[in-house]
């Protein structure tokens, strides 16, 4: 069976694409610092694939670690997850950033060179294209400069990534851009676990309807959009996940020196007032919301155009938007 390292493999995205991988007959070999994660979550993919994964905890900037890790496993691609994620803190504490994000893809890097391993996924994502003046987005979209340092640690890491594609090391990768992962596994044994206060718009949903927050703010009802909320695409967990499976098995296929980037989404925009009112029709919850000003630095609208992924690596997404409202309200009811 194949080894896939997955770094950051306990964490939301990390934890749905190890049991998407495991169904496509490969290993998961998880490397997590648990800094955004809970251990019980191995116990959790334990009871969805019926297989225990192999887990090492510990800070994938460590070569030593990673090395480590090869003794023991035949590691033969890396899905590189591992980074912080919170666009607020990361101006607050940018040092951070680019050190996690940016410091770990070099060490990881150097470790697939020194160990001869050439694939690589790398989690990219839709912030590097801002905000942009034609809809949908295609990869051809130009990166716009980007509007935090976490945006910047995604843009550094693919330009890193083509120079390196490009030198002796031979590797080959795709930079997944992910547009908005939502949803829950629909075993509801795994989801997103947003440590205090969610930046994200679902959990931030699914915690008011749980009664753990009191209310929602809508930031701003009058944009240029079909309602006058902003609009993403919002993209299920579990089909993104399937999306680094087709990557993996597309990569293996290349050349060395091998790079592209692929849009991950639906094709699909939604307003927040329509994920809200989804949620409330799948859940039978009214939620407690209120319109507030706008946030400044908020993306108006975007959605992927989806036809390069469909095409080349027939991936496409089977989940709706009230799927991902069901998955994740299931989810959230059964933390309580
Ligand atoms: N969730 C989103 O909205 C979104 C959107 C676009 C891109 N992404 C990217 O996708 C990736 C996964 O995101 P997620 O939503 O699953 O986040 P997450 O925080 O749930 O998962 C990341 C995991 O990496 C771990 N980690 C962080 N730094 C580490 C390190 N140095 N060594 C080992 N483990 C480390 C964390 O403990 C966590 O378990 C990230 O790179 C993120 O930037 C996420």
Redesign the pocket.
């Known amino acids: 069976m194949k080894k896939i390292l997955i770094?950051?493999?306990?964490?939301?995205?990390?934890?749905h694409t190890a049991v998407e991988l495991w169904k496509a007959g490969m290993e998961p070999i998880i490397?997590?610092?648990?800094?955004?994660?809970d251990p019980t979550v191995l116990d959790r993919l334990e009871e969805i694939t019926g297989k225990r994964f192999a887990f090492y905890q510990?800070?994938?900037?460590k070569k030593s670690l990673l090395k480590s890790i090869a003794e023991k496993h035949k590691i033969e691609g890396v899905i590189?997850?591992?980074?912080?994620?919170a666009v607020g803190e990361s101006t607050q504490q940018p040092l951070k950033y680019y050190r996690?994000?940016v410091g770990?893809l070099l060490v990881l890097l150097k470790f697939m060179e020194e160990k001869g391993i050439k694939d690589l996924v790398f989690?990219?994502?839709?912030?590097v294209y801002g905000q942009p003046e034609v809809l949908p987005v295609t990869e051809s979209t130009p990166r716009q400069e980007a509007e935090s340092p976490?945006g910047n640690t995604?843009k550094i890491c693919e330009d890193i990534l083509v120079d390196c594609v490009k030198s002796e090391m031979g590797i080959r990768v795709i930079s997944l851009?992910?547009?908005?992962?939502v949803g829950a596994h629909p075993s509801a044994k795994i989801g997103?676990?947003p440590l205090g206060t969610p930046n994200?718009l679902v959990p931030f949903i699914t915690q008011v309807a749980a009664g753990i927050r009191e209310k929602l703010t809508v930031f701003g009802d009058d944009y240029d959009t079909v309602d006058g909320s902003c609009v993403r695409d919002y993209i299920h967990v579990v089909d993104l996940a399937e999306a680094h499976v087709k990557a993996l098995a597309y990569l293996n296929k290349q050349e060395n020196n091998f790079y592209d980037v692929f849009n991950v989404g639906t094709g699909n925009g939604n307003s927040v007032l329509e994920v809200i009112h989804a949620f409330e029709k799948v859940s039978g919850v009214k939620l407690n919301y209120q319109v507030g000003p706008r946030r400044p630095g908020d993306v108006v609208k975007t959605w992927a155009d989806t036809t390069k992924i469909n095409n080349v690596l027939g991936w496409k997404a089977k989940y709706s938007l009230e799927d991902s409202m069901r998955d994740s309200w299931n989810w959230q009811k059964s933390l309580d």
Request: aromatic share 14%; charged share 15%; proline share 2%.
């Open positions: 770094t950051g493999g306990a964490g939301y995205i990390g934890s490397l997590d610092d648990l800094s955004n994660s510990g800070d994938c900037n590189h997850f591992a980074a912080f994620k996690n994000n770990s989690s990219s994502s839709c912030t976490y995604k851009r992910y547009f908005n992962p997103e676990l994200n």
